[in-house]
Protein backbone atom coordinates (compact mmCIF):
# COMPACT_ATOMS: atom_id res chain seq x y z
CA UNK A 1 0.00 0.00 0.00
CA UNK A 2 1.40 3.65 -1.00
CA UNK A 3 1.43 5.66 2.46
CA UNK A 4 1.62 8.92 1.55
CA UNK A 5 5.33 10.75 2.13
CA UNK A 6 6.07 14.64 3.07
CA UNK A 7 5.57 15.96 -0.15
CA UNK A 8 1.92 14.44 0.13
CA UNK A 9 1.08 15.23 2.64
CA UNK A 10 1.69 19.16 1.89
CA UNK A 11 -0.17 18.55 -0.87
CA UNK A 12 -2.69 17.30 1.27
CA UNK A 13 -2.73 19.96 3.86
CA UNK A 14 -2.86 22.31 0.62
CA UNK A 15 -5.85 20.23 -0.17
CA UNK A 16 -7.63 20.95 2.68
CA UNK A 17 -6.78 24.04 3.53
CA UNK A 18 -8.05 25.25 0.38
CA UNK A 19 -11.66 23.14 1.00
CA UNK A 20 -11.62 25.41 4.32
CA UNK A 21 -12.01 28.61 2.75
CA UNK A 22 -14.03 27.39 -0.02
CA UNK A 23 -16.26 25.68 2.84
CA UNK A 24 -15.87 28.91 4.77
CA UNK A 25 -16.83 31.20 2.03
CA UNK A 26 -20.21 29.18 1.11
CA UNK A 27 -21.17 29.13 4.65
CA UNK A 28 -20.77 32.31 5.04
CA UNK A 29 -22.83 33.25 1.93
CA UNK A 30 -25.19 30.94 2.85
CA UNK A 31 -25.80 32.78 6.25
CA UNK A 32 -25.92 36.55 4.66
CA UNK A 33 -28.59 35.56 2.04
CA UNK A 34 -30.64 33.58 5.24
CA UNK A 35 -30.05 37.23 7.14
CA UNK A 36 -31.33 39.03 3.60
CA UNK A 37 -34.63 37.02 2.87
CA UNK A 38 -35.35 36.86 6.90
CA UNK A 39 -35.40 40.38 6.17
CA UNK A 40 -37.26 40.80 3.26
CA UNK A 41 -39.99 38.72 4.83
CA UNK A 42 -40.74 40.70 7.61
CA UNK A 43 -40.61 44.02 5.67
CA UNK A 44 -42.58 42.82 2.50
CA UNK A 45 -46.45 41.25 2.20
CA UNK A 46 -45.85 38.26 0.55
CA UNK A 47 -48.66 36.08 -0.89
CA UNK A 48 -48.59 32.56 0.30
CA UNK A 49 -48.08 30.91 -2.85
CA UNK A 50 -44.73 33.12 -3.33
CA UNK A 51 -43.84 32.41 0.93
CA UNK A 52 -43.73 28.60 0.35
CA UNK A 53 -41.60 29.00 -2.75
CA UNK A 54 -39.38 30.87 0.10
CA UNK A 55 -39.61 27.80 2.48
CA UNK A 56 -39.18 25.53 0.28
CA UNK A 57 -35.64 27.31 -1.19
CA UNK A 58 -34.55 27.87 2.46
CA UNK A 59 -34.51 24.06 3.03
CA UNK A 60 -33.03 23.29 0.38
CA UNK A 61 -30.50 25.67 1.08
CA UNK A 62 -30.40 24.72 4.76
CA UNK A 63 -29.50 21.10 3.72
CA UNK A 64 -26.75 21.71 1.45
CA UNK A 65 -25.68 24.46 4.28
CA UNK A 66 -25.80 21.65 6.95
CA UNK A 67 -23.58 19.31 4.50
CA UNK A 68 -20.88 22.34 4.17
CA UNK A 69 -21.05 22.75 8.02
CA UNK A 70 -20.07 18.72 8.58
CA UNK A 71 -17.67 18.78 6.13
CA UNK A 72 -16.30 21.93 7.61
CA UNK A 73 -15.62 20.17 10.84
CA UNK A 74 -14.14 16.73 9.15
CA UNK A 75 -11.96 19.14 7.35
CA UNK A 76 -10.74 21.13 10.35
CA UNK A 77 -10.42 17.83 11.87
CA UNK A 78 -8.04 16.12 9.37
CA UNK A 79 -6.20 19.47 9.78
CA UNK A 80 -5.62 19.16 13.38
CA UNK A 81 -4.83 15.36 12.58
CA UNK A 82 -2.22 16.71 9.93
CA UNK A 83 -0.51 19.00 13.21
CA UNK A 84 -0.64 15.98 15.63
CA UNK A 85 1.03 13.72 13.32
CA UNK A 86 -2.16 11.18 13.63
CA UNK A 87 -3.41 11.86 10.02
CA UNK A 88 -3.88 9.06 7.51
CA UNK A 89 -4.47 6.39 10.30
CA UNK A 90 -8.03 4.82 10.12
CA UNK A 91 -10.67 5.95 13.16
CA UNK A 92 -12.29 2.36 12.93
CA UNK A 93 -9.14 -0.16 12.56
CA UNK A 94 -6.41 1.83 13.11
CA UNK A 95 -4.40 1.26 9.62
CA UNK A 96 -3.31 3.50 7.56
CA UNK A 97 -5.66 5.05 4.94
CA UNK A 98 -4.54 4.59 1.37
CA UNK A 99 -3.44 7.56 -0.37
CA UNK A 100 -4.70 7.48 -3.45
CA UNK A 101 -8.21 7.28 -1.03
CA UNK A 102 -6.75 10.65 1.10
CA UNK A 103 -5.91 12.22 -2.35
CA UNK A 104 -9.34 11.85 -3.21
CA UNK A 105 -10.82 12.90 0.05
CA UNK A 106 -8.23 14.26 2.55
CA UNK A 107 -10.62 14.72 5.45
CA UNK A 108 -11.40 10.76 5.05
CA UNK A 109 -11.34 9.88 8.79
CA UNK A 110 -11.81 6.01 8.00
CA UNK A 111 -10.27 3.35 5.18
CA UNK A 112 -12.33 2.41 2.50
CA UNK A 113 -13.79 -0.93 4.13
CA UNK A 114 -14.32 0.71 7.60
CA UNK A 115 -16.11 3.06 5.97
CA UNK A 116 -18.25 1.00 3.46
CA UNK A 117 -19.04 -0.95 6.41
CA UNK A 118 -20.24 2.04 8.19
CA UNK A 119 -21.97 3.22 4.82
CA UNK A 120 -23.50 -0.26 4.55
CA UNK A 121 -27.20 0.72 4.76
CA UNK A 122 -26.96 3.92 2.20
CA UNK A 123 -23.89 3.08 0.33
CA UNK A 124 -24.76 2.90 -3.40
CA UNK A 125 -23.41 1.41 -6.43
CA UNK A 126 -20.46 3.52 -5.96
CA UNK A 127 -16.89 2.29 -7.15
CA UNK A 128 -13.88 3.15 -5.14
ZN1 LIG B 1 -10.16 0.98 8.80
Known amino acids: MDLPTQAHLKTLRDLL ?4 AELRADIHAAEQERRDSAGAA ?4 IDRKEEAGVRQRTEVDSAQEQRDRDELIEVEAALHRLDAGTYGDCAGCGEPIALQRLLVRPAALRCGRCQSEREHATE ?3 RA
Open 124 to 126: HAR
Open 17 to 20: TYRL
Open 42 to 45: TRDV
